[in-house]
């Protein structure tokens, strides 16, 4: 027969089931550091670290609750509890992560964990590093040690944890692990996927357009290689018509017809049925960010010119959004966007304003008016396409 759990858990196991929550002050500190040795091993490790955490301004041993939410991170083996630990941490108005990135950074190194845990535990150094940079290193660390595993899901994870890397936080190896990806079978389209929005990023981090348009050309064939891979990859499709049509529209006034209809059907494909895995609730954008490329992209049909700027500067927006990752610091939250160039935020307020100028909300604009705007709104640096 197996043991029952000591007192202390009982009452939090009783607690969650009859009120769904803990409550602090049933749970002081004394009783749950007392305890905590059964507990940060135990399904309750989650839990644990969120009471100590709301209360962690009046504790009285800071060093002993540090070491404690440590030891789970380095033993506990239940991926739920885990990952409910990292969040609380990640979410946390705590401004020193050092302790719990080593304990993270240990468990990500353990030969001896499940890859689901220690997946996990590279996901919590991404997050301790968008709030931290120096943490970066540790991340990148993390999903080097992992490369070379063999496992589906956890590959495919790693895969958006090392773009994000890329974006957000230039690690310089990025790139090269998402290639190293691309030969493992378990994860050759996801590593493909990836490298198709690194390229779309890089292509806004650009100084100059030609720049842009080879990455964003990049980025196509990145999308296009996924689709012909798999089947069921209609995020991959749905990016290799968007950064295609950006791509042209940077060469010459009119690009090829775009099938709408297409790209319609894997949108809402991506949005309603794309639900995101357990532990990746930060990595989602907002719900409907995705179907903004529909709109978007609709009067692009090959029947009349397309302004590049005007469009660049509403897919650079749209993008943002479908790229961003969420970030809670002291209970506010954000959607932190990749970095884009000087170039790009130039050429955006330019395509933004052009796109003003051509809509019925200036018809009281004179032609002298006008004229005297549209000098002002030229191309940064050398013109894209024709004008």
Same mark, same amino acid.
């Given at each position: 027969?197996?043991?029952?759990?000591?007192? %202390?858990?009982?009452?939090?196991?009783?607690?969650?089931?009859?009120?769904?929550?803990?409550?602090?002050?049933?749970?002081?500190?004394?009783?749950?550091?007392?305890?905590? $040795?059964? %507990?940060?091993?135990?399904?309750?490790?989650? /839990?644990?670290?969120?009471?100590?955490?709301?209360?962690? @301004?009046?504790?009285?041993?800071?060093?002993?609750?540090?070491?404690?939410?440590?030891?789970?991170?380095?033993?506990?083996?239940?991926?739920?509890? =885990?990952?409910?630990? #990292?969040?609380?941490?990640?979410?946390?108005?705590?401004?020193?992560?050092?302790?719990?990135?080593?304990?993270?950074?240990? @468990?990500?190194? &353990?030969?001896?964990?499940?890859?689901?845990?220690?997946?996990?535990?590279?996901?919590?150094? #991404?997050?301790?590093?968008?709030?931290?940079?120096? +943490?970066?290193?540790?991340?990148?660390?993390?999903?080097?040690?992992?490369?070379?595993? &063999?496992?589906?899901?956890?590959?495919?994870?790693?895969?958006?944890?090392?773009?994000?890397?890329?974006?957000?936080?230039?690690? /310089?190896?990025?790139?090269?692990?998402?290639?190293?990806?691309?030969?493992?079978?378990?994860?050759?389209?996801?590593?493909?996927?990836?490298?198709?929005?690194?390229?779309?990023?890089?292509? =806004?981090?650009? /100084?100059?357009?030609?720049?842009?348009?080879?990455?964003?050309?990049?980025?196509?064939? +990145?999308?296009?290689?996924?689709?012909?891979?798999?089947?069921?990859?209609?995020?991959?499709?749905?990016?290799?018509?968007?950064?295609?049509?950006?791509?042209?529209?940077?060469?010459?006034?009119?690009?090829?017809?775009?099938?709408? /209809?297409?790209?319609?059907?894997?949108?809402?494909?991506?949005?309603?049925?794309?639900?995101?895995?357990?532990?990746?609730? +930060?990595?989602?954008?907002?719900? $409907?960010?995705?179907?903004?490329?529909?709109?978007?992209?609709?009067?692009?049909?090959?029947?009349?010119?397309?302004?590049?700027?005007?469009?660049?500067?509403?897919?650079?927006? #749209?993008?943002?959004?479908?790229?961003?990752?969420?970030?809670?610091?002291?209970?506010?939250?954000?959607? @932190?966007?990749?970095?884009?160039?000087?170039?790009?935020?130039?050429?955006?307020?330019?395509?933004?304003?052009?796109?003003?100028?051509?809509?019925?909300?200036?018809?009281?604009?004179?032609?002298?008016?006008?004229?005297?705007?549209?000098?002002?709104?030229?191309?940064?640096? $050398?013109?894209?396409?024709?004008?």
């Amino acid at each position: 027969m197996s043991q029952a759990p000591p007192l %202390i858990q009982q009452r939090m196991m009783n607690a969650l089931e009859v009120d769904g929550e803990l409550k602090v002050g049933d749970f002081p500190e004394s009783e749950l550091l007392a305890a905590a $040795e059964g %507990i940060v091993s135990s399904a309750l490790f989650g /839990d644990f670290v969120e009471l100590l955490l709301e209360q962690w @301004r009046d504790l009285d041993d800071h060093k002993a609750a540090v070491k404690a939410i440590c030891a789970g991170l380095k033993r506990n083996g239940n991926r739920e509890a =885990f990952i409910h630990a #990292v969040d609380a941490l990640a979410e946390s108005e705590l401004d020193d992560f050092a302790s719990f990135a080593g304990a993270l950074d240990a @468990r990500a190194g &353990d030969d001896g964990t499940s890859l689901h845990i220690r997946v996990e535990a590279v996901a919590g150094l #991404v997050r301790f590093a968008l709030r931290e940079p120096r +943490w970066t290193t540790y991340a990148g660390a993390g999903v080097l040690r992992l490369l070379e595993q &063999d496992d589906d899901w956890v590959k495919a994870k790693l895969c958006r944890l090392t773009s994000i890397l890329h974006d957000h936080l230039a690690w /310089d190896q990025a790139v090269k692990s998402l290639e190293a990806l691309t030969v493992c079978s378990a994860c050759a389209a996801e590593a493909r996927q990836e490298l198709g929005f690194v390229e779309m990023a890089s292509a =806004f981090k650009s /100084d100059d357009v030609a720049s842009m348009s080879v990455h964003l050309a990049q980025a196509t064939a +990145w999308f296009d290689q996924c689709a012909a891979q798999a089947d069921d990859v209609p995020r991959a499709r749905m990016y290799g018509t968007v950064a295609g049509a950006l791509a042209r529209s940077l060469q010459a006034d009119t690009p090829n017809a775009l099938d709408v /209809d297409s790209l319609a059907d894997d949108a809402q494909w991506v949005v309603h049925y794309n639900q995101p895995r357990a532990g990746a609730a +930060w990595l989602t954008p907002p719900a $409907e960010a995705e179907l903004e490329w529909i709109p978007l992209l609709s009067p692009y049909d090959g029947s009349s010119p397309v302004d590049p700027l005007t469009l660049l500067a509403s897919a650079v927006q #749209v993008f943002e959004k479908v790229r961003s990752v969420q970030v809670i610091i002291r209970g506010r939250r954000e959607f @932190r966007v990749p970095r884009l160039s000087g170039l790009t935020e130039r050429a955006r307020e330019i395509g933004l304003a052009r796109a003003w100028l051509r809509s019925g909300a200036t018809t009281h604009v004179s032609a002298d008016g006008r004229a005297r705007l549209e000098a002002l709104l030229k191309p940064p640096g $050398e013109p894209p396409g024709k004008h």
